[in-house]
């Protein structure tokens, strides 16, 4: 039994920590990495139940079951197999992502932001995606979610999720670091560029695959950067964002020292092993 | 008059009410204690602040809560670890049942990384055994029944809200959104980034000064240790530069203690909003005066305005 399989609940769902309550967020990695490998056909079946019997009736998902409104992590039960997770529920999923965007990209905001003189406003057709309801949007939910739309667009082709998806694009390129790579989706405030984080520069560069742009070149060249250090903080997201831009880079070992057990950390690390359940 | 100022003139004048119901009837004790660096005194300096307070901690669950933000090697932008060690330390001579390091990083996920580069798997012996991410905590619903904030609920961790007396041990320094970032504002860290995301962007939404209120009254029974040995001026709270303050500011009223350290910084407390709702009462001061540690932190063209005098 392998070690994610272990720290599963009984309710069927995966905690961040062994011994605490189910989260969406760490089951849903723990069944990407464990689907065709690494899980037991009872572990997952134990796992997809869990998911299903916790989506909400708008179709997406809390973080915790009953914690709140749907939130991004909608997008991350998007990523899993419509014909595992059930075509209905994985529907209803997709259909929620299409319905959300930051508040930023509401028309009377912008108008509201130009009228007090916001010189970093954009008009454009770019729209985001949010970890919260009412929120604005930012890098890492907007990249998961349009890598659960490109999953669904090469299945079920429609306009309405290739707009979403081209807007969703437009978002991640204008929010790319000056110097290559992306943050959390703060490029500059008050005078001063933000850097590039790791994590967020591979799951963007995930969501980018196939996107010809010089924010995509100085993203990899930002990747590669970071990936030189072979402990570098987010480095499974490094690698899945690498391999998505055709980089295929050595698979680091986890870090050296021993750390806590996260099974976040840990179903990452192997999803980054076996990136084709993402890219195929 | 820029926005901010009317909103804590007009605080004052109309003596709205308090969000958090921890005003204190007598004068507050904020102890402010000189520290040149960081050296091993500063473990018998927080053991004294303890004891000028008479901290009641005798078999009881403590959260010390540092300010951990970003990568950093200039010292200035996360509490600087042997200050969270010597708290830590205080809290468990002083007989506490459990004592546990805890944080939600607003900006990053990788929470543990953060920690080891700040040096806290170096300083603090099997750290890991001793520290919880809040972010990725069990939580567990709580109303605001007074809410400042346009949030009338919250969910935070069981961690900090099982605990008997969470200590805030946060950084000084400038902040480019509310002028200072002190120990009431240091409380953003425990709202759970499982829920919320990365950055805690509903906060902002929902009014920063106001959520920070709002945080202050949740928070059960606290005490504070700030962490002004080096601060950081100018485009705080990540961006800005290192300033050396060389005190350690303690206390149990949190806006007083908050009070105190914009005064030392040169910032005229009743300027910033949050505090300017909050600070009530006399403050007792023990230790140096103000007057013998007082630097002014330069602050950016935007909170010009917030300077003393």
């Known amino acids: 039994m392998s070690i994610i399989e272990a720290a599963q609940n009984p309710d069927g769902g995966w905690p961040y920590e062994p011994g605490?309550?189910?989260?969406?967020?760490?089951?849903?990695?723990?069944?990407l990495s464990g689907v065709g490998s690494g899980l037991s056909a009872s572990s997952l079946k134990r796992g997809f139940e869990w998911l299903r019997a916790s989506q909400n009736s708008d179709g997406g998902w809390?973080?915790?079951?009953?914690?709140?409104?749907?939130?991004?992590?909608?997008?991350?039960?998007?990523?899993?197999?419509?014909d595992v997770l059930g075509e209905g529920n994985h529907r209803r999923s997709v259909k929620w992502l299409l319905e959300q965007t930051g508040q930023e990209s509401?028309?009377?905001?912008?108008?509201?932001?130009?009228?007090?003189?916001?010189?970093?406003?954009?008009?454009?057709?770019?729209?985001?995606?949010?970890?919260?309801?009412?929120?604005?949007?930012?890098?890492?939910p907007t990249a998961i979610s349009l890598v659960a739309l490109r999953r669904e667009q090469a299945t079920r082709p429609s306009d309405v999720v290739r707009e979403r998806i081209q807007s969703g694009t437009q978002y991640l390129l204008l929010h790319a670091c000056k110097e290559g790579g992306w943050n959390h989706g703060?490029?500059?405030?008050?005078?001063?560029?933000?850097?590039?984080?790791?994590e967020t520069t591979g799951v963007a560069l995930l969501a980018l695959r196939g996107v010809k742009a010089p924010e995509v070149d100085r993203g990899i060249a930002?990747?590669?950067t970071f990936y030189q250090d072979p402990r570098a903080a987010g480095a499974a997201w490094l690698r899945l964002g690498l391999e998505a831009q055709g980089r295929h880079v050595h698979a680091d070992s986890p870090p050296a020292h021993p750390r806590k057990f996260n099974i976040l950390d840990e179903a990452l690390y192997r999803l980054s092993e076996n990136p084709d359940v993402l890219l195929a | 008059m820029h926005?901010?100022?009317?909103?804590?003139?007009?605080?004052?004048?109309?003596?709205?009410?308090?969000?958090?119901?921890?005003?204190?009837r007598k004068p507050s004790r904020i102890s402010i204690v000189q520290v040149p660096d960081y050296t091993q005194d500063v473990y018998d300096v927080v053991r004294r602040i303890f004891q000028q307070h008479a901290l009641n901690i005798a078999g009881k669950r403590v959260v010390v809560k540092p300010n951990l933000v970003e990568f950093d090697k200039t010292t200035c932008v996360n509490t600087h670890p042997l200050v969270v060690h010597a708290v830590y330390e205080a809290a468990k001579s002083m007989g506490a049942a459990d004592v546990r390091i805890a944080e939600g990083p607003g900006h990053r996920r990788t929470t543990m990384d953060l920690a080891e580069a700040a040096g806290y798997y170096d300083t603090v012996a099997?750290?890991?055994?001793?520290?919880?991410?809040?972010?990725?905590?069990?939580?567990?619903?709580?109303?605001?029944?007074?809410?400042?904030?346009?949030?009338?609920?919250?969910?935070?961790?069981?961690?900090?809200?099982?605990?008997?007396?969470?200590i805030s041990v946060p950084k000084m320094k400038t902040h480019h959104w509310v002028g200072a970032t002190l120990s009431m504002k240091n409380f953003f860290g425990v709202v759970p980034g499982a829920v919320y995301g990365w950055p805690k962007n509903v906060l902002h939404w929902a009014g920063i000064d106001e959520c920070i209120m709002d945080l202050h009254g949740l928070v059960p029974m606290t005490f504070t240790v700030v962490d002004g040995i080096v601060g950081m001026e100018g485009n705080g709270p990540i961006q800005g530069t290192p300033k050396r303050a060389g005190v350690l500011v303690g206390g149990s009223d949190l806006p007083s203690v908050d009070s105190?350290?914009?005064r030392i910084m040169g910032i005229d407390p009743a300027k910033v909003v949050y505090i300017a709702k909050t600070q009530q009462g006399a403050i007792e001061q023990i230790g140096e005066p103000i007057s013998k540690v007082q630097t002014n932190f330069q602050l950016i063209s935007q909170f010009s305005h917030l300077r003393v005098g």
Not at chain 1, 20 to 31: D, N, Q, Y
């Open chain 1, 62 to 82: 809390s973080p915790q079951p009953k914690t709140g409104p749907s939130t991004w992590v909608t997008a991350l039960a998007a990523l899993l197999p419509a």
């Open chain 2, 260 to 262: 105190t350290c914009c």
């Open chain 1, 186 to 198: 703060a490029t500059h405030a008050l005078g001063y560029e933000a850097g590039a984080y790791p």
């Open chain 1, 20 to 31: 605490r309550g189910s989260w969406t967020e760490p089951t849903v990695f723990a069944l």
């Open chain 2, 126 to 166: 099997k750290f890991e055994d001793s520290f919880t991410d809040l972010n990725l905590d069990d939580v567990s619903l709580r109303r605001i029944s007074s809410p400042a904030s346009k949030l009338n609920q919250i969910y935070l961790p069981n961690t900090i809200l099982a605990a008997d007396l969470v």
């Open chain 2, 3 to 24: 926005r901010r100022e009317m909103l804590a003139a007009s605080a004052a004048a109309l003596s709205l009410p308090v969000a958090c119901s921890k005003a204190p």
């Open chain 1, 106 to 140: 509401n028309m009377a905001y912008r108008i509201r932001q130009w009228m007090l003189g916001n010189q970093n406003l954009s008009f454009g057709a770019e729209k985001g995606w949010s970890w919260y309801p009412g929120a604005a949007a930012w890098v890492m």
């Open chain 1, 222 to 224: 930002q990747a590669e």
